[in-house]
């Protein structure tokens, strides 16, 4: 086996969370009377809290000051761990679990690589957190992804080289993060949204991962 690590994004890949941070900064915008469109969200997917109410402010055209994004930043989260609070293993996506299994069966090092800062708040609702050998999450990164550091830091933390590292992803930004970072880049979701990817796919629902991990 010449790969050695899984790196996984968490939102919209193991979980999904995509819905409630869509739906969290769409209830913030209505304090500056701004409706974010599911086009806009997209692009909004793997980039971090403040850098995402940064770009929706510039969509807006609203000038805020420090106090007033530093204000939002809290109402989003507030907004968006209320939506989380009742999460549960069934919100895993589907197929992952039987992935996972193959995986870890197959003696490959699983790490999670994600912007969020509630991370392990999801991981731990989710049942998900004995899966992991490392977490990377946004509060152990300083660069958002496109910027390869969440996956390098990754890398090194499991003691594996970034050549020998597959990234799951369900983003651009991370898509690309992963490239940059020179690893694999396989895509969960649509082809037209995930081209730079190696490999994409649309789930994980039948994956037969000794197919999916081979290049
Ligand atoms: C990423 C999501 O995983 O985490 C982004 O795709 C989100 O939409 C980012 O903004 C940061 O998340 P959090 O939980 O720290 O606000
Ligand atoms: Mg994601």
């Known amino acids: 086996m010449s790969y050695k690590a899984c790196l996984f994004d968490l939102d919209g890949v193991l979980v999904d969370t995509a819905i409630y941070h869509f739906q969290a900064w769409k209830k913030l915008g209505e304090n500056f009377n701004y ?66 299994v193959q995986i870890k069966a197959e003696g490959y090092k699983i790490a999670l690589g994600s912007a969020s800062k509630n991370a392990e708040i999801i991981l731990e609702k989710t049942n998900l957190l004995p899966w992991f050998d490392l977490i990377i999450d946004g509060n152990k990164v300083t660069k958002s992804k496109p910027d390869p550091e969440v996956f390098l830091k990754g890398a090194e933390g499991l003691g ?35 081209g730079r990817a190696d490999k994409v796919i649309p789930n994980f629902v039948g994956i037969f991962s000794a197919d999916l991990l081979k290049f």
């Open 160 to 194: 594996v080289s970034a050549s020998e590292c597959i990234v799951f992803e369900d983003a651009q930004a991370g898509v690309e993060a992963a490239k940059a970072g020179g690893m694999k880049a396989i895509g969960i979701g649509e082809d037209t949204v995930l």
């Open 35 to 100: 409706q974010l469109t599911e086009e806009q969200n997209e692009q909004l997917k793997g980039i971090s809290r403040v850098e995402s109410l940064n770009r929706i402010l510039a969509w807006a055209n609203f000038s805020a000051t420090a106090e007033q994004k530093e204000t939002w930043l809290i109402e989003k989260n507030t907004i968006y761990l209320d939506l989380i609070s009742n999460m549960n293993p069934n919100e895993i996506l589907p197929g992952v679990i039987d992935f996972l």
